[in-house]
């Protein structure tokens, strides 16, 4: 075994790394030196973790993530958090009229569980009810608890939370829906024209 080799092993906080990750964990500044080790090392621990069946995505705005794997299904957590984003997104949006980046207004302030717009408006109860559950205020600390877990959000007090900058993963997402929608919009648009 060459020194190269060995040195991949020693990685520093790679056991710790790797079980965050592996567990579906964001990594970001805010997650001190795990971040910072996997910062300096990045391309020791993606060569390892490449050889242990993982890829590691580096996001250009400053998180960590493992890729789901090609045919791996998405988990009813990942859905349930997706969902519950983009209602957060969509409000947030109509609350803003554009004017505001999304961005911001996601990073730049903290909500508490009865400040979420999820159950103020009987589109979102509706959407919310897909996710197999009543959807009341313990649903939606059970869904922050997991945006939490994630390394999504962060609790800033007992009682609020805030968003930490891999969720915009999850905006990404809602702006891939959206213009999907759009698109279908016009593709129905342009048959009903044709005679």
């Not at 970001?28 to 795990?34: A, H, M, Q, S, T």
């Not at 493992?66 to 009813?76: C, I, R, T």
């Not at 969720?167 to 005679?195: C, H, K, Q, S």
Request: hydrophobic share 40%; glycine share 8%.
């Amino acid at each position: 075994m060459t020194s190269t080799e060995t040195s991949r092993f020693a990685l520093p906080y790679l056991a710790e790394i790797f079980a965050e990750l592996a567990r579906g964990r964001h990594l970001c500044n805010e997650d001190g030196n795990l971040y910072q080790e996997l910062q300096e090392h990045e391309a020791d621990f993606e060569q390892l973790f490449q050889q242990l069946g993982y890829r590691l995505m580096t996001d250009e705005r400053g998180f960590y993530y493992f890729h789901a794997l090609e045919g791996q299904n998405v988990s009813p957590q990942t859905r349930r958090l997706a969902v519950f984003f983009l209602v957060l997104v969509e409000a947030l949006w109509s609350e803003a009229g554009g004017a505001e980046p999304l961005e911001d207004m996601i990073l730049d302030r903290s909500w508490s569980i009865g400040e979420l717009p999820h159950l103020g408006r009987q589109r979102y109860v509706e959407i919310m009810g897909q996710l197999e559950k009543e959807p009341d205020e313990e649903m939606l600390r059970e869904e922050v608890k997991r945006l939490v877990r994630f390394g999504f959000a962060a609790w800033s007090s007992d009682e609020r939370f805030r968003f930490r900058v891999p969720a915009l993963r999850f905006l990404d997402i809602a702006r891939e829906v959206a213009a999907g929608l759009e698109a279908e919009e016009g593709e129905a648009g342009e048959e009903a024209e044709t005679p």
